[in-house]
Structures are given as structure tokens and as C-alpha cells.
């Protein structure tokens, strides 16, 4: 089938300057000044209260502002159950607890990077953190579920963020260089979760497996034209003609990716096969037999998702597939995501929106005829690839702080890993693939592909 591609946006520059780190952390502000000794008080009393009602697992606090450390162990480690965790968690400053007040997964990640609080192991502290507040959780959603119909209308009444504002977002993340990233990713420059075809496999054969995975439940062929949202560093547009011999559209509004994209598609000698757009996913057109999203729709705000669905429809053949790749949150936490922030939308994806699984389906069945056929989790995949480039990255910590990296931006890098993997492990959040039928596909024998 016959393709093309008009993009109406063409403001981004592959020659933008690197974006400085300092752009990322420009939500964090000036360190705090001390707090004063009543808030401390107040903050600490609260904060050990709730951990006094741990309902499991162990978290051991030690207390160096208060001169001779002082040690307190919440919870209890069970030691007949596998799955029960302790971690150690060090308070270095009186701030720490009151930011943990203040600000919750935002104070913690800012008590992380800031020093004020440290742990040896901050993905079990996390962890344990995550598994004693689900009463909390639970509490505040159902406060979120029973409101949401009044909130969102007046959240869908605020200004949705403009194609300039979305751009300035995504650049204060991606566009920190390639060659920051490489220190950590595999080869591939895959930034998304891997799919291991072995506990025994490399991160680049995960992360190849992931792109061969949604090729083979698409049924890509070399007769197919492919259209990409989101092009990261090209892995999966390489992969694709590489593999499939089809011919790909790919689109980014990162400079630093596009950048590196162009290189690596020259360098693999297939400029003829994959076309490399700088264009937002709102101004893309054209018709093709596939169409594939990884992990982008994070940068999508929630009152966009009809948009976005109908624009995957417009450029999907009646005949065709398309499948995209989500974090998500469970649907029962969606309603509370609209209008909380956290930590990692404070400062690592400014303006990042994690949809639910219910929120993708109900989108697409309000504002397109396509239909999905198929969801799969990968959660634990992504848990285990987030440990590899956290180890990676530490492995390699002389090598980031050469690009002139700072020691807090090293350590709000290792806390978003830690993070991230923390809430995989807990299915705090997950990851799945889902495939969508266009309003004519029929399956013509195709079975979508199970290791």
C-alpha cells in the first residue's frame, strides 16, 4: 500500500542546542531553608505515627539529626514468607520529614536528591513504603472515583498544554543528550521496557525481542507501510526494515533524538526505507497498514486521548493494525492521576500522564470504530530492565559525572530508577502492549504471538 506523510509543524530544529540538566530541575527551586524546630516536630510525630501502623514488612529508621543516632525499627520482618522485605532508610536532615508531609512521593524524591534522607537500597525502601500505604491509597481514590464527574469538568475547562509547551517538556528530558544516555541504555538505545525471552538474556536481546514481539502480533510484512509515534534514538524503525522489510514513517519532536536517529539510520544505510519526521503526532496525515506507539502516550494529556485515538485511526488503513505501548496506572487510581502530582511528573517527565488500561479502552470506542483485541502485561520485564540500567548507570557514574553532571542530578537519576522499578515490582504501576483492529480487519488466520 501506497503511503505518505504531511507534516503540518516544522518549528523544531535538529541543530537546538543540548538542553541542560538544570532544565529538568527547574520545579525543584532553591534548596528549602531549614525548618524550624515546631514543623519538625509536628512533621516527624505524623510521619512516625503512620509508620507505627505498618501492616508489613520492616522499615528501620535511623535518626542522625538528633546527635547520637537513633534507631527504630516499624513493621516486622516475616521470616517464614519470601516476599517479606526490610530496608534501612537514614534521616540526615530535619527536612526530610517535613517534605514528606508537605509534598509525599515528591518529598521523598526531593529528600533523595537533596541528601536529607538516604538508603542503601532504595528500591526495597520504596517497596516497603508502597506495600503500607495501600489502606491510604485505597481511601484517596475512592474519594477521586466518587468525585470525578464534578472535577473533570472543571479540569476539562483549563487551558490543554500547546504544541510549544509540549515540546519544552519533552526536551527538558530527552533532549539531556545522547550521550548521557547511552551510558546506561544498550545498544539499540531502546528507552522502554525490554521483553526478555530468557532470565539469562542481554539487555539489547530483550529490547530486540520487545520490538520482534509487537512485529509479529501486527503481522508486519515487507508489503507494509508503518507508521511510528515517537521515534526515540530509531531502534525500532532499524528493527523493523531489518527484520520485517517494511517501510517505516517515524516521527519525534525531540532535537537531540531526531539528531541521533538520522545518524543511525544513515549509518545503516536505510534513509531510503525509513522517513524521519520532526513533526508533532497532532499534524501527521497519510495512510498506512500499521501503526505503532511506544511508550509515548505518557506524554499525551488525558484530555487528548480522543484526539490521539482518532488521529491513530485517520492514519490507519480500514484494513490495518496498530498496537501502542502504555504505562499505566490500575484503573481505580486513574480518577486521583488527573489532578496529583508526584514525583515523577515534578521532575523527571514535566507534563507526563500515565493513562489506565480502562481509560485507553474507553477512548477508543468513544472516538474511533477500532476495536482491541489483544492486552498483554509486561510489567516484570520492565521492573528487571529499569534494574539494569540502574546498575549501569552506577557502574558507570564517572562517565555521567564527565558530561558535567552534578552529584543531585546523579542522585534524583538513581532515585527516578529506583523509583520506577519499585512500583513495576509492586504493580504500582505496569506496562502492556495493546493491539487495535481497524473498523475492516479481519484476522485472515493471523495469531497474535505467545512465548
Not at 178 to 202: C, G, H, K, Q, W
Not at 351 to 372: D, Y
Not at 393 to 421: N, P, Q, S, T
Request: aromatic share 8%; glycine share 6%.
Amino acid at each position: 500500500m501506497t503511503s505518505t506523510a504531511h507534516p503540518t509543524n516544522h518549528d523544531h530544529s535538529a541543530e537546538e542546542a543540548t538542553v541542560s540538566p538544570d532544565r529538568l530541575l527547574r520545579h525543584a527551586g532553591g534548596t528549602p531553608d531549614e525548618a524550624n524546630g515546631l514543623s519538625v516536630k509536628v512533621a516527624r510525630s505524623v510521619v512516625t505515627t503512620l509508620l507505627s501502623r505498618m501492616r508489613r514488612d520492616q522499615l528501620i529508621v535511623v535518626d542522625h539529626t538528633t546527635g547520637a543516632p537513633v534507631t527504630t525499627a516499624y513493621g516486622s520482618l516475616d521470616v517464614d514468607d519470601s516476599s517479606s522485605l526490610t530496608a534501612t532508610l537514614h534521616i540526615l536532615d530535619n527536612r526530610a520529614w517535613t517534605a514528606l508531609v508537605k509534598e509525599g512521593s515528591i518529598g521523598l524524591g526531593r529528600g533523595y536528591f537533596e541528601e536529607w534522607w538516604h538508603s542503601e537500597d532504595p528500591v526495597a525502601t520504596v517497596r516497603v513504603i508502597i506495600r503500607n500505604i495501600e489502606h491510604i491509597d485505597e481511601l484517596r481514590n475512592r474519594v477521586s472515583n466518587a468525585t470525578g464527574w464534578a472535577t473533570d469538568r472543571v479540569r476539562a475547562a483549563l487551558p490543554a498544554r500547546s504544541k510549544s509547551r509540549n515540546k519544552e517538556d519533552i526536551a527538558s528530558h530527552y533532549d539531556l543528550g545522547n550521550d548521557f544516555f547511552r551510558i546506561f541504555l544498550d545498544e539499540t538505545l531502546t528507552y522502554s521496557s525490554a521483553v526478555f525471552p530468557s532470565a539469562e538474556a542481554a539487555l539489547a536481546e530483550g529490547s530486540q525481542h520487545k520490538y520482534d514481539r509487537l512485529l509479529d502480533k501486527l503481522g508486519v510484512s515487507s508489503e507494509h507501510s508503518v507508521l511510528e509515534i515517537g521515534t526515540g534514538w530509531g531502534g525500532f524503525a532499524l528493527r523493523a526494515v531489518d527484520t520485517a522489510g517494511c517501510r517505516v514513517t517515524t516521527t519525534t519532536i525531540s532535537s537531540e533524538q531526531l539528531k541521533e536517529a538520522t545518524r543511525r539510520v544513515g549509518l545503516a544505510n536505510q534513509s531510503r526505507e525509513v522517513t524521519l519526521l520532526d513533526s508533532d503526532w497532532r499534524d501527521l496525515d497519510g495512510t498506512f497498514d500499521r501503526v505503532v506507539s511506544i511508550e509515548m502516550i505518557e506524554a499525551v494529556d488525558w484530555r487528548d486521548y480522543d484526539r490521539f485515538f482518532a488521529t491513530i485511526e485517520r492514519c490507519l488503513a480500514d484494513d490495518g493494525l496498530a498496537a501502542i505501548q502504555a504505562i499505566c496506572v490500575p484503573d481505580r487510581r486513574y480518577e486521583r492521576t488527573k489532578n496529583t502530582e508526584d514525583f515523577i511528573r515534578r521532575f523527571i517527565f514535566p507534563g507526563g500522564f500515565l493513562p489506565s488500561i480502562g481509560a485507553i479502552t474507553k477512548s477508543v470506542s468513544s472516538a474511533t470504530q477500532m476495536q482491541v483485541i489483544d492486552v498483554e502485561d509486561m510489567s516484570a520485564h520492565y521492573a528487571e530492565t529499569l534494574r539494569r540500567w540502574r546498575m549501569k548507570f552506577d557502574e558507570r557514574i564517572d562517565d555521567v559525572k564527565a558530561l558535567g553532571l552534578d552529584d543531585r542530578f546523579c542522585r534524583l537519576w538513581r532515585f527516578y530508577l529506583a523509583y520506577c522499578e519499585a512500583g513495576f515490582l509492586e504493580r504500582h504501576c505496569t506496562v502492556n502492549q495493546i493491539v487495535f483492529a481497524g473498523k475492516h480487519w479481519r484476522p485472515d488466520g493471523l495469531a497474535l504471538i505467545r512465548d
